[in-house]
């Protein structure tokens, strides 16, 4: 439901927005976790538009700037560079 309109909002915003594969469970792990980072500055239920898009591109800078496991320590800002 959340994402129902998830084409608009690509659209509307010039990114592109990415699901799990089905029948994929292998990538489920980074999904819940990127939610649960999301979760810490972004409770449930918050309402985005009470945010300045200054605050909300601090909390993007700030989990794009911070190491992943996942990613053997780096940054996701520090892969997306590496793929550049």
């Excluded at 915003?13 to 980072?37: C, D, H, I, M, Y």
């Excluded at 449930?44 to 053997?72: M, S, V, Y």
């Amino acid at each position: 439901m959340e994402m129902a309109e998830h084409q608009k909002f690509a659209t509307a915003v010039g990114v592109e927005v990415f699901f799990a594969a089905p029948r994929s469970p292998w990538q489920w792990g980074t999904n819940e976790n990127t939610n649960k980072l999301l979760r810490q500055y972004l409770p449930k239920k918050t309402d985005l538009a009470t945010f300045t898009q200054a605050e909300l591109d601090a909390i993007a800078e700030r989990l794009n700037n911070r190491p992943r496991k996942c990613l053997g320590y780096r940054t996701p800002a520090e892969c997306v560079a590496l793929t550049r």
